[in-house]
């Protein structure tokens, strides 16, 4: 993967009925990396891909390949490919001559189309599938070959629009490994939009978290994990452990008096967060730091992991995902180990001051 800036996004604005889809997106994406556009439904992702395929248009900002800016090109000279939720085939064309489309209008040979054609159909793992029809395909193998269709033009940036959300699980997986590997193979730049953090998290060198069309933070899946910008962008990637502490430097002092330890300084009150499978439980106080007392008082088992929750005697309810093999009764009391790698907060917001009441003769 090479610098960043191959692919840029600088002030991307588009609104729809003067309401903003995407609201001044800045974005560097280097050559050969892979880039997951993540966040709820409604969060401007899709928006972003079709302002980058040529689809939309944006009402402000620019968008550059190589330094070269594709606002005004149609989505044909971008030199780039769009693969969508289903792979829309030509019903029309056999497997082959679908995948071999975009050569066609480019006006390359009979003979190299075929040769082409017949390469990425042996890559996406569908030799012999050349003279089928559209309807002969399974959902996962009308992917592979939208997938064919898109690389064999080898389009400088692969857009992935939610490739795999009509895939069951066990096909989820499958295609995962396979775009991976194309990826890897062809060096293609590609940004995928998902609103999956556990597909943005393995198909990814870096993420970008967008809420209400703006970009919140770009980190890579370790770094949003383990060093979230905010409370949100914490809760999104599944944190739920979260309470007030008053800090100085690295000591963190809870509300019941209990005090903690961090690796990242803070000053003044915060809001501190730990991912509940970096909480270790333990049945004596075998070390002398970030422990707290806690009694279980509940205990889920979910297959991979036993879900915890720990209550202190100061009143902090704590979730910790052990192994499955730790069954820790209710009622049993233990030692929470909270380390201080593990403790990430972020100052508290000001709350601003609610606004003065507006008396009844006044207000329209």
């Known amino acids: 993967m090479s610098e960043l800036g191959y692919l840029s996004l600088q002030q991307l604005?588009?609104?729809?009925?003067?309401?903003?889809?995407v609201n001044d997106v800045w974005l560097e994406i280097a050559a050969g990396e892979r880039l997951s556009l993540l966040g709820p439904s409604g969060c401007g992702k899709s928006t972003t891909l079709q302002l980058i395929a040529g689809i939309l248009r944006p009402d402000q900002g620019q968008i550059t390949l190589q330094g070269r800016l594709l606002n005004r090109l149609p989505p044909e000279r971008r030199e780039m490919a769009l693969v969508l939720q289903k792979g829309l085939l030509f019903p029309h064309l056999s497997v082959g001559e679908n995948v071999a489309f975009g050569l066609k209008m480019r006006g390359v040979?009979?003979?190299?189309?075929?040769?082409?054609?017949?390469?990425?159909?042996?890559?996406?793992?569908?030799?012999?599938?050349?003279?089928?029809?559209?309807?002969?395909?399974?959902?996962?193998?009308?992917?592979?070959?939208?997938?064919?269709?898109?690389?064999?033009?080898r389009p400088k940036v692969l857009l992935l629009?939610?490739?795999?959300?009509a895939l069951d699980a066990n096909l989820r997986g499958d295609m995962q490994t396979l775009i991976l590997r194309l990826q890897e193979e062809t060096g293609v730049t590609m940004v995928i939009v998902t609103h999956d953090q556990s597909e943005a998290v393995v198909m990814s060198h870096r993420i970008a978290l967008m809420f209400d069309g703006c970009l919140r933070q770009v980190e890579t899946p370790e770094g949003l994990y383990q060093r979230p910008g905010d409370a949100s962008v914490a809760r999104f990637f599944g944190g739920v452990n979260f309470f007030t502490a008053a800090a100085d430097h690295h000591r963190l002092t809870l509300a019941g008096g209990d005090v903690l330890t961090t690796d990242f300084p803070q000053q003044g009150t915060v809001q501190v967060t730990i991912r509940p499978e970096c909480i270790h439980l333990l049945a004596d106080q075998i070390c002398g730091t970030n422990l707290l007392p806690v009694t279980v008082s509940q205990n889920r088992f979910t297959g991979t992991q036993r879900h915890l929750t720990l209550q202190t005697?100061?009143?902090?309810?704590?979730?910790?995902?052990?192994?499955?093999?730790?069954?820790?009764?209710?009622?049993?009391?233990?030692?929470?180990?909270?380390?201080?790698?593990?403790?990430?907060?972020?100052?508290?917001?000001?709350?601003?001051a609610p606004p003065q009441s507006v008396p009844k003769a006044l207000s329209p």
């Open 109 to 153: 040979n009979r003979v190299e189309r075929e040769a082409r054609t017949l390469a990425l159909l042996d890559q996406v793992q569908l030799t012999g599938f050349e003279d089928r029809q559209p309807t002969e395909l399974s959902g996962g193998q009308a992917q592979r070959v939208a997938l064919a269709r898109s690389l064999v033009i």
């Open 313 to 352: 005697p100061a009143g902090l309810e704590l979730q910790a995902w052990v192994p499955p093999s730790q069954n820790w009764a209710i009622g049993q009391t233990a030692f929470a180990h909270l380390p201080a790698d593990a403790l990430w907060s972020f100052p508290t917001p000001t709350v601003p």
């Open 161 to 165: 629009d939610e490739p795999l959300s």
């Open 13 to 21: 604005t588009k609104r729809f009925r003067g309401v903003p889809a």
